[in-house]
């Protein structure tokens, strides 16, 4: 998918990078190869080229942040399949609508860590956690989670980010975390099937007032969902638009 990327290359639109692939130049060493590409001065192609290079070279360094760079923000998640074994799928809960963190959780497509207020959450532990990985993947993580995460922790995490609610919304999957999830088939326990983000923070309030373990565990099991399904949902709807994206004439 990235090597087949020339979005990275100055003055190439979505347009003129459908041009070259419709050229047959479906990968960075065709295009190099290439005598000519239309739409290339002599002078472009050399530079072009150059750029390629470069951004090779960053690539089999495993360069990822430096990748990221080259990258428009919204093209980040292009890097998914060459990374996604090294992902982590992120999710916060707070005391109420951008209020103070309460559950950070963390699911590396196996195994999922859960980081509770005044049991095991602190800044540095959050920190050397999300560092682990080379990729961060949320559900409008760009408006709520990362903010959220800057403000409580004074933590701004440096690892580059693919945030599900723009891809989704580009193939025309739009609405909440819990929406796409039922325009896609995913069912979640009956026990929280019908837990919202505002039930997740007076389930907090419950823990806190009466120190009964079940509503903590309630809220952990609802946010385990919300990162456990992240998954799928990134799985097949960049897919989707890859294929939106390789195969529209524009």
């Known amino acids: 998918m990235f090597r087949q990327s020339f979005i990275f290359l100055p003055s190439v639109s979505y347009a003129k990078e459908s041009a070259i692939w419709r050229q047959g130049i479906t990968d960075w060493n065709e295009f190099i190869t290439s005598s000519k590409v239309k739409g290339f001065s002599r002078t472009t192609k050399e530079q072009a080229d150059e750029k390629i290079r470069q951004v090779k070279r960053l690539f089999y360094n495993d360069e990822i942040k430096l990748l990221a760079e080259v990258l428009p923000n919204k093209e980040h998640w292009r890097l998914y399949d060459d990374y996604k074994s090294e992902a982590v799928f992120l999710d916060v809960e707070t ?106 923070a007076e389930l907090w309030h419950c823990w806190k007032a009466t120190g009964d373990r079940d509503f903590l565990d309630m809220l952990v099991t609802y946010n385990e969902e919300d990162i456990v399904n992240l998954k799928p949902i990134a799985d097949l709807a960049i897919k989707k638009l890859w294929e939106k994206v390789r195969h529209v004439n524009y």
């Open 95 to 200: 005391e109420g609508e951008y209020g103070n963190i309460t559950v950070v959780g963390l699911f590396d497509g196996e195994n999922t860590k859960t980081f509770v207020r005044g049991i095991n959450m602190d800044r540095k532990t959050i920190q050397q956690e999300i560092a682990k990985y080379k990729l961060l993947i949320t559900y409008n993580g760009s408006s709520f989670d990362l903010p959220v995460i800057k403000r409580f922790f004074q933590l701004n995490p440096i690892v580059p980010h693919i945030d599900l609610r723009g891809v989704c919304s580009r193939i025309r999957l739009t609405g909440g975390l819990k929406s796409i999830e039922k325009q896609l088939g995913i069912k979640r326990p009956e026990s929280i099937k019908y837990v919202n983000g505002n039930d997740a």
